[in-house]
């Protein structure tokens, strides 16, 4: 059983798309995550949800939009792709905010052509 | 602004050794302290996750200690194996309640 499972896996497309990343997890936790690996393989949070509450959100660009229609699920949408999102979105959740160990999904590496 | 740094960027080893991996951090008010691995194309694997109040933690061949005061954290690896080639992440956990990443040790364990 996958604690966290994102999907897809891999996503090549073109610039100026909309492409849509579904995470889900079935730990029971409160708190979900989406990170962003970058070219030189540098973790960053873009976004912190908890109990489908945006908490953090990093001075992410607009085009990013991400939706938490429960606590088990974290969708991540990106408008208008550039060449620049190209990266590995990691998907993350916790038991609740703060103090607790964060589990992390397998990642989709977005490529943007 | 917490800022985390790994040294060394990349340690290649011979299989058996014991090796140490640091990690630092510049604001010593954390919540936890977690050790990730994470394998060529893969996700992160947590290793190990040390509470604000410990010293260490140990799991099979591994072990991390937190020195919170002076901003330090080991990962000890003994008696290594190829199968440990991998990345190893440190990352904190602060009062801004999101973890903040070195850039990781990438180790090489030669048969």
């Known amino acids: 059983d996958t604690a966290v499972s994102q999907t897809p896996k891999y996503l090549v497309t073109q610039m100026g798309n909309d492409k849509s990343i579904k995470c889900e997890q079935n730990l029971g936790h409160d708190t979900m995550y989406w990170y962003k690996q970058d070219s030189k393989k540098f973790l960053k949070i873009m976004f912190s949800?908890?109990?489908?509450?945006?908490?953090i959100n990093e001075t992410v660009p607009n085009r990013f939009s991400p939706k938490s229609p429960d606590k088990a699920h974290l969708n991540l949408h990106i408008n208008s792709l550039e060449l620049g999102d190209s990266a590995v979105y990691f998907c993350?959740?916790?038991?609740?905010?703060?103090?607790?160990?964060?589990?992390f999904g397998q990642g989709t590496r977005l490529t943007v052509v | 602004k917490q800022e985390v740094t790994q040294i060394p960027a990349a340690l290649s080893v011979p299989e058996g050794e014991n090796l140490v991996l640091n990690c630092s951090f510049t604001?010593?008010?954390?919540?936890?302290l977690q050790w990730f691995r994470q394998d060529p194309g893969k996700g992160l694997t947590s290793l190990l996750l040390i509470q604000s109040s410990q010293r260490e933690q140990t799991s099979g061949r591994l072990n991390a200690s937190l020195d919170k005061s002076s901003g330090r954290s080991t990962l000890y690896i003994a008696a290594s194996q190829p199968g440990d080639s991998a990345t190893y992440l440190c990352a904190v956990m602060a009062g801004s309640e999101k973890l903040v990443f070195g850039k990781g040790t990438k180790l090489t364990v030669n048969p």
């Open positions: 949800y908890n109990n489908k509450e945006l908490i």
């Open positions: 604001d010593s008010a954390i919540y936890n």
């Open positions: 993350a959740s916790s038991l609740y905010r703060g103090d607790t160990e964060a589990f």
